[in-house]
């Protein structure tokens, strides 16, 4: 037995971090051992992330597992090293001079053949990075070409922009160079017309007072029959000016005129404030005004103020989806849906997309029943087709998701998952921030409970998506709720 065991492979005994025999050997979750020390400080490293692998197989683990010393390794290696095993040489523990006496009579295969097949190997590395290089060489010019088109249509944007604005600002301009000339024109008009009666009205009172003097004098002649005389030329008065002519009008003037602009000024600006938002470069609100930013929801109410009827796209619903309810409702059937074939169609996992596009503040809730659903948000150009992982809602960076369960919820990025703890309820409410980078996580009963917070730069419009487990929870349902 101790021959046999001299015998063994020595590689097999190495930790495969530190390339030496195994010390204090502890064996993980997937079954691959280290030493105790090697897989702490590789660990360790992985502490930031909340999630641990094994250097080997990459099988992940959250939370991070307890190590426990493995006795019956531990007490092989001792009775291993007893019978003459060693640790291997460290360049990847190849068999030095000494361990060939030790083999003698094995099969044994020459240096340079061996060097042949590694060779060839090599060779097939090489290529293989060799076509990564020239595929991501394509992607840097792809991406290349993009801020070349994203920058001429920004340059475009602002130069039609500035012409639409310029001739905005001149029509406003001519208009009150309309109303100015306006005013003048009857200010001159009214000024001529009060002028003109103030001079008859002058007039008169001159005359009036030419004709008291004279009557006032003849009201002191002695001479009877002169005083009969004179008196009935100097008694008649000419004819009065008609007081109606003189229109008094109360003390505004042209305030109306100034109460009509006013008027003008707010219902264009109730016309920025509402059509403003249609105003976008690239799924990012352009916000002219430079208006301060409105501060994030705190109450339910408030969230509902940006809550918004979200419908789902036939076109993207898996073949497995039947959608009902105005399009707002998904179920997975047990049957196979009969749609048209469409680029935009997941085939490979049970999900779909809304019609709508989200750049701006939305806030929307979906109810759930069955075994859980993936409430989701994601770009356009999230890959449709194809049934591995990485197509799945959560397992790319361009989308995000929360796994909802009957027990529990995981919220998911770039194929990175993240417990999430909070009260358990079959609906969700998702608030969007898109030009701030904010999306939000709710469970929603009598309560509103936030459940997972998200803080990134959003790139492009999402859109909201939900996702199903298997075929085996058909049945399963969600919908995009009306809210009042």
Request: hydrophobic share 30%; charged share 30%; with cysteine.
């Amino acid at each position: 037995m101790a021959q046999q065991g001299a015998q063994l492979d020595g590689a097999k005994f190495c930790c495969s971090i530190c390339l030496d025999l195994l010390k204090d050997p502890v064996t993980i979750p997937c079954g691959h051992s280290y030493c105790m020390s090697c897989i702490k400080g590789f660990w360790d490293e992985e502490d930031e992330k909340k999630i641990y692998s094994c250097p080997q197989c990459r099988q992940t683990f959250t939370p991070r597992p307890v190590l426990v010393k493995n006795t019956l390794v531990a007490d092989l290696m001792e009775e291993l090293k007893k019978t003459g095993l060693q640790a291997a040489p460290a360049d990847h523990c190849y068999a030095g001079p000494e361990d060939v006496d030790k083999h003698k009579g094995h099969d044994t295969v020459s240096a340079a053949a061996e060097r042949t097949e590694r060779q060839r190997e090599l060779e097939v590395s090489r290529q293989n990075i060799q076509q990564r290089i020239q595929d991501r060489e394509k992607d840097v010019k792809l991406l290349q070409q993009e801020v070349e088109a994203v920058s001429r249509s920004a340059d475009k944007a602002v130069e039609d922009s500035e012409k639409i604005f310029t001739e905005l600002i001149r029509l406003i301009q001519k208009r009150s160079s309309d109303v100015k000339q306006q005013i003048r024109s009857q200010q001159e008009t009214e000024v001529s017309r009060v002028k003109e009666l103030q001079e008859e009205l002058e007039q008169e009172i001159t005359e009036l007072k030419r004709k008291d003097a004279e009557l006032k004098q003849l009201s002191h002649t002695e001479d009877h029959n002169q005083f009969l005389h004179n008196y009935p030329s100097l008694s008649q008065l000419s004819e009065p000016t008609d007081s109606s002519s003189i229109n008094i009008r109360p003390l505004r003037y042209f305030e109306d005129v100034t109460a009509a602009v006013s008027e003008l000024r707010d219902q264009l600006q109730d016309i920025l404030r509402e059509k403003w938002t249609n105003i976008s470069l690239t799924g990012t609100d352009v916000d002219v005004l430079l208006s301060q930013p409105e501060p994030e929801p705190k109450t339910r109410a408030e969230f509902l103020k940006y809550s918004r009827e979200i419908t789902l796209d036939p076109n993207t619903a898996n073949t497995w989806l039947l959608l009902s309810g105005g399009n707002r409702k998904a179920t997975l059937e047990e049957e196979e849906q009969s749609y048209s074939s469409h680029p935009d169609r997941f085939t490979g996992w049970y999900q779909v997309l809304s019609r709508e596009s989200l750049t701006r503040r939305y806030y929307w809730e979906v109810e759930w029943s069955g075994s859980g659903v993936y409430v989701a948000v994601a770009y356009k150009n999230v890959s449709r087709a194809g049934g591995s992982d990485e197509f799945g809602f959560g397992h790319n960076d361009k989308s995000w998701a929360l796994d909802c369960s009957t027990d529990s919820y995981t919220f998911l990025f770039n194929d990175v998952e993240t417990p999430v703890s909070g009260p358990g309820s079959s609906r969700v409410g998702v608030y969007l921030d898109h030009r701030a980078g904010i999306l939000s996580f709710y469970s929603i009963s009598e309560t509103m409970t936030l459940l997972h917070r998200v803080q990134t730069t959003f790139t492009q419009p999402l859109y909201a998506g939900l996702r199903f487990y298997s075929l085996f929870s058909y049945g399963d349902t969600a919908e995009f709720c009306k809210l009042k």
